[in-house]
């Protein structure tokens, strides 16, 4: 009947079971029937039952008892039974006895009991006591409850609300599993618990978080790394079970090498997966459990907390990839805002020099009559401001994202080119100014047949040096060259003249007097490797994720707009390098670029000097930043 009764209906005739018992001893005679069935009672009863008389010495315990505290009768009978009770509790019971009322005789308590192997249990006591004329105790019988499980399922509940409700106060992954890794700890009692990530493309197990008696040992762990083959989570993942493992003593030379990188050893463990919507992503631990063994509630309650813990580290890396995503983002934006300076930089210089020199051109045409030239440069005003227009019409475009630089140049400059030609033609009919005109656009605009050449790249390089040599003369830098013999590439001569110009020209501008650049022609395999390494400022990391994006500068507008070329810092046209890429792209060849920043400038805004004599900072010959840029031209299969 007691079986079938649900948890309440239990603990009341539990209760009654209780009452009539204490009932049944106060008014019980001593006699042989009714002590033969008063025994037989206690010894049905479920709950452990304890009888003493009035010195206070165990007359009888019932087999619940020695169920569940491992003593018998044959032990404890004619003693007072402190072996069962712990040190800080020997007058816990006698004192509360003492401090009962004169009418009351029933006593209960919460409190603990130890067991003969030593386990600490939580209990709820209730005692009977029978009294004497001046209200000392003649005997009383002891009914205990062990609550040692149900106190544990509610204090592990307990703990996995808390960790839900702290979920928004740890925005920080690592603070947030660090909690956890804590609460598990005291759950458990463990001496360590820990969250083990897996690496999936290393093929290793890291620990995210870590907890341990000892704070040495925690910030070793943390910095552990194993391959998967090594722990026995290597098992949990391939398996995807929990493992409980009491004894680990079997295996101890297979996990030596873990124990002396985690700096203690491991006696028993318990492991759980933590997954994700497809996949395990690591497992939650917890070791070295410090009274008993783990079992089926430390497993239930691991993998409750493990759902929480799962989801915390899902939501983290969301949310990490949504502060990257906005970080690119801004980056971007300012990327853009920045090209569009420089665009808008590149469209004005050039109309203001048309501008001027349309002026210039006035007062050269002012010998002839007005009225047949004033409205002829009307008109090519009037067209400049067309353009002047267009420009702020690039702004809306770009702002947009619709960037079609190419197209943009080609319409304003055909529709100056054939305007121009048209109005001098009609309007003065000076054929050498038509000539003069058309030839300047014809160089400047107008796509050329490119020829393809074979090319020796060593010769053609040092060719190359020995005209830039003499255009930045009025720098102190030198030029290191390196210089191997190889077969011929092929092709065409304008392109790769820009390209090898272009990339000794930055980085001239880029490395400040008593600087040094080495150029290097190497020959491969089936090519040739052109390299500019200079010793340089370098590029910070923002720089270099847009160098070849097109109309992005290094510099700031206004920090090369009044420099010349080779200049320090003169650098600052975005086009030149999407140019070079373009090239690389149409002309079948490879263009790379690695660099490091100077730490004594580490920002755009930072100011070098332009002089490593100058630079303060510097010690050694030369700047700590560095960038290389290499191209690799395959060879024809001619060659």
Request: charge should be positive; hydrophobic fraction near 35%; include cysteine.
């Amino acid at each position: 009947m007691i079986q079938n009764a649900t948890n309440e209906e239990l603990k009341i005739k539990i209760k009654d079971l209780e009452n009539k018992l204490l009932e049944a001893s106060n008014a019980c005679q001593v006699t042989k029937k009714a002590s033969k069935n008063y025994k037989r009672f206690l010894r049905f009863l479920p709950y452990p039952v304890i009888v003493r008389d009035a010195k206070g010495l165990i007359t009888y315990l019932n087999p619940a008892f020695s169920k569940t505290f491992g003593w018998t009768l044959s032990e404890l009978k004619g003693k007072k039974g402190d072996q069962y009770v712990p040190k800080l509790l020997k007058t816990e019971l006698t004192d509360k006895i003492k401090a009962l009322p004169a009418h009351k005789n029933v006593l209960e308590l919460s409190t603990k009991r130890l067991t003969k192997d030593g386990k600490i249990l939580d209990v709820m006591l209730r005692a009977g006591v029978d009294k004497d004329q001046n209200n000392n105790p003649e005997g009383m019988i002891i009914v205990l409850r062990d609550m040692t499980m149900e106190k544990r399922i509610q204090r592990n509940r307990d703990a996995v609300a808390r960790i839900s409700q702290v979920l928004p106060q740890y925005p920080d992954l690592r603070k947030l599993l660090f909690y956890v890794n804590t609460e598990i700890k005291e759950l458990l009692e463990t001496q360590s618990a820990n969250t083990i990530l897996l690496n999936e493309t290393q093929k290793e197990f890291y620990f995210l978080s870590a907890t341990h008696d000892d704070p040495t040992t925690r910030e070793r762990i943390e910095k552990a790394r194993f391959p998967v083959d090594e722990l026995l989570s290597g098992q949990v993942v391939k398996t995807g079970n929990s493992i409980i493992v009491n004894d680990l003593s079997d295996g101890r030379n297979q996990y030596k090498s873990r124990d002396q990188n985690l700096g203690y050893k491991v006696k028993n463990v318990i492991l759980v997966p933590l997954r994700n919507k497809d996949r395990i992503i690591g497992i939650l631990a917890a070791d070295n459990k410090k009274t008993g063994d783990f079992d089926d509630t430390d497993l239930e309650t691991l993998n409750t907390i493990a759902a929480t813990v799962a989801l915390s580290i899902e939501n983290a890396r969301v949310s990490r990839e949504l502060r990257k995503a906005y970080e690119e983002l801004k980056s971007l934006n300012k990327a853009k805002d920045k090209m569009i300076n420089h665009l808008s930089h590149e469209l004005k210089t050039p109309v203001a020099i048309l501008l001027s020199s349309f002026k210039i051109l006035s007062k050269k045409l002012a010998d002839f009559p007005e009225g047949t030239w004033r409205p002829t440069i009307e008109r090519i005003n009037r067209n400049l401001d067309r353009i002047i227009g267009i420009e702020g019409e690039v702004y809306d475009i770009v702002e947009n994202k619709e960037v079609f630089h190419h197209k943009i140049f080609s319409l304003i400059l055909e529709q100056c080119q054939d305007e121009i030609e048209a109005l001098i033609a009609e309007e003065t009919g000076e054929k050498k100014v038509l000539t003069k005109i058309r030839k300047k656009i014809d160089d400047i605009f107008n796509p050329r047949d490119l020829v393809v050449k074979d090319i020796f790249m060593d010769q053609f390089v040092k060719k190359r040096i020995k005209a830039i040599e003499q255009d930045m003369a009025f720098r102190n830098i030198s030029i290191i060259k390196s210089l191997e013999s190889s077969s011929y590439i092929s092709m065409p001569f304008e392109p790769l003249k820009k390209t090898v110009d272009g990339l000794i020209r930055n980085a001239v501008e880029n490395t400040p007097d008593g600087g040094k650049i080495e150029v290097f022609v190497i020959k491969k395999d089936n090519g040739v490797e052109f390299m500019v390494k200079d010793h340089g400022i370098g590029l910070t990391t923002e720089a270099q994720k847009r160098i070849f994006e097109g109309f992005f500068s290094t510099q700031e507008t206004m920090n090369y707009s009044s420099k010349k070329p080779y200049d320090f810092n003169a650098g600052g046209k975005g086009a030149d390098l999407l140019r070079m890429k373009i090239f690389s792209e149409r002309f079948n060849f490879k263009i790379s670029m690695t660099s490091n920043r100077c730490r004594r400038i580490p920002e755009n805004k930072d100011a070098c000097p332009g002089s490593i004599q100058e630079c303060k900072k510097i010690k050694g010959p030369s700047c700590d930043g560095m960038t290389i840029v290499k191209c690799f031209f395959p060879f024809s299969k001619q060659s």
